[in-house]
């Protein structure tokens, strides 16, 4: 009898040993299996900085437009000449030592976004709002702002207006899928002016349709509509711009999310035009800073200076660009008061809040050290 339960247990053991040996085999091969497929998964590789392949490439491509006076037009010679077709330059002078290897990538509003989201352009240098919903919806990193602007109001000048608020049930024209829209609307309801706000593809459908009569109102950044006003076919003395500013517009440069060392290349080549022109240093007198007393000057321009254990030494801040790049913005480019002044100037736009924080403006760049 003994015998027999002995067998029985024993006959137990075996069956438990077999199932657990059974479920083993089975958790092993699955997990094989799941292993076998992690390991074929493709793996995404790590394709490097923007900035690199700039570099590699040598030539810029930056987005901007053709037909903005002051900011970026195109020429009859086929040059780019304009405050934000300077700053391409600029970066251009800062990551490559060649302020002309520029593809100038002249784009429409509606596709700006698209365009640096593609990568069919490096950067965007073309009037544009920094904004929350941009900065958080495009896929873009704004960079330190090059112009900080407000939205203004044009009118023909025999319309008697004096003043936005003399525009009530006005026709105002505004350019499709930019701020300026949404803002002529709010500012409408906010002063109960009662507005029709047509938005058009683009400034050429505006003029048309503004020379037709079809307009009361044109709406765009202020900086725009002196440009705008320099243009007309009447004359710049056929239309007024209202004294009204009635937004903040800060414009700046951006590139994609997601690339720090590209993002601070090309931040700190436009932050060179602003601690250049606070210390004084022009595309004309640069030269004569490199041998300046002052260590701090000549370690921004990338010039030779003893350490405190008597080497000679060239400051490297570790952005990924040449040591000279300040230089070589400030000698092929200028300054940003150069900048200001060879295109903005002309227009009758004033320095104003894009002085130097110094003379009471916004301008500010952070210590090169």
Known sequence: MKIIKLMAVFTALMLILVACTSDADTTTTAAADAGSDTTAAPVEEDTGSLLDEVIARGELKCGTRDALTGFAVLTADGEHVGFDSDF??????AV???????????????????????????V????????????????????????????????????????INDMNGAIVC????????????????????????????????IQEAFDAGQCDGWSA???????????????????????????????????????????????????ATITAEEWGITSANVDTFLTSDDTNIVKFLGGE??????????????LGLPADFAYQVIKQVGNYGEIFDRHLTPLGLERGV????????????????
């Open 88 to 93: 391409c330059r600029v970066i251009a002078a």
């Open 96 to 122: 490559l030592g060649d302020a002309d290897a520029v593809d100038h990538v002249d784009l429409e509003t509606a596709d700006r976004f698209t365009a640096l989201q593609s990568g069919q352009v490096d």
């Open 124 to 163: 965007l240098s073309r009037n544009t709002t920094w904004t929350a919903s941009r900065d958080g919806s495009e896929g873009a990193t704004f960079l330190t702002v090059t112009y900080y602007d407000g939205q203004g109001m044009m009118a023909s000048a025999d319309s008697g207006y004096a003043s």
């Open 174 to 205: 505004v350019a499709k899928g930019t701020t300026t829209e949404g803002n002529a609307a709010t500012v409408s309801e906010r002063l109960g002016l009662g507005w029709e706000v047509r938005p058009f593809d683009d400034n050429a459908l």
């Open 221 to 271: 950044d202020s900086s725009a509509l002196t440009g705008i006003r320099a243009d007309q076919p009447a004359g710049p003395d056929s239309v007024v711009i209202l004294p009204e500013v009635f937004s903040k517009e800060p414009l700046a440069p951006l590139v994609l999310d997601g690339d720090s060392d590209w993002a601070q290349a090309v931040d700190w080549a436009i932050l």
């Open 305 to 318: 200076f003893e350490d405190g254990d008597g080497n000679v030494a060239v400051f490297d801040p570790g």
């Open 354 to 369: 894009n002085a130097l924080w110094v003379d009471g403006g916004l301008m500010y760049s952070p210590p090169y050290r």
